[in-house]
């Protein structure tokens, strides 16, 4: 892509070439954007499918079928068979785990769930709110799972949480947002960035010389934010912050319907695999109920969450793309 020569507030800019560059950043996103939801959608119905054993039993299954036969069409067939393959190496996870868990009848009926209302349609009552399941299983002695689906062509573990600045904000009483307001307009200013972020990214990509600096500006304004929150942490008390994590980070918390994660992994290049936990049962989480909590530099932007020696997880800020051109997020990473 050619760049544009903008070292100087006074240096007259392109617009017809730079508005060219915005509009083909955003359509490039979002269809991008619309790709992941499509297939994160196939993986969630076709895991209806997997664990019901057939369209019949799966609540909706004509329609869903349809729409999952009418997207798959405008899709490459290797991303889609990867979808297909890693859903069915999921249920069989999911039922494994059932049987080892209390669920001893045969799956009746699956619903997608990717909605609250949905999820409360498919229990017939009331739900509790920030209930993750994508999936509800209804066994035939008359009881009930939740799914909470991931989908990676990975072989590692994958972030399980995403809040954004806004919630963890919110839900500690503090005020991250302001502490980089200043370092960003300084750059802003001085490196002649557009006000409006979705036409700063295309600005940034288009000028090497400018994002040298924007990385380094960005990297600042998240070890700002680690510090910040890593120094609020340490002055919680226990059980405060206790709570938090579990209920926050981990979904630790009793919730009905009672759900397990499950995460699908494996591409055409690699074998495909699947992983179950209980966020209530899980072995990590249980020492968290009892043992004291301590809080570790990791890296530059990260905050590691330990009990003893043992590593719970770590708490990563990052730009969703581009520094200094995107929102900031958390994110909850295996450590």
Partial sequence: MPSIEILHPAT????????KLILEQF?????????NTYLSNLNEIYLCYF???SW?????????KKLTDETSSSIEKKLVDEQVERAKIMAKKVLEWASLNGFEGSVQRTFWTNTPAKLKYAVGGAVSAGNPSDVLVKFSDDSILGVSAKSTKGAGDIGFKNPGLGSISKKLDIDLKSEIAALEAEASEKYNLPTK???RKPFIRANPEVQQQTEKVGELVLKLLRDKLLNHYKSMQ???VRAHIMTVWLDAKESFPYYV??????????DFDATVYDPIKNEKFKSLSADPISFVEVGTNSIGIKV?????????FKYESEKLASGIKLSGDPW
Avoid: H, P, W, Y
């Fill in 56 to 64: 019949e039993n799966v609540d909706t299954g004509e329609n869903l």
């Fill in 27 to 35: 359509d490039n996103e979002i269809k991008r954007s619309a790709l």
């Fill in 197 to 199: 972020k979705k036409e």
């Fill in 308 to 316: 003893g020696d043992m590593k719970i997880f770590k708490i990563r």
């Fill in 261 to 270: 994660k499950v995460t699908g992994r494996g591409s055409s290049e690699k």
């Fill in 238 to 240: 226990l059980e405060d």
């Fill in 51 to 53: 664990l019901a054993g």
């Fill in 12 to 19: 007259k800019i392109n617009l017809d070439f730079l508005n």
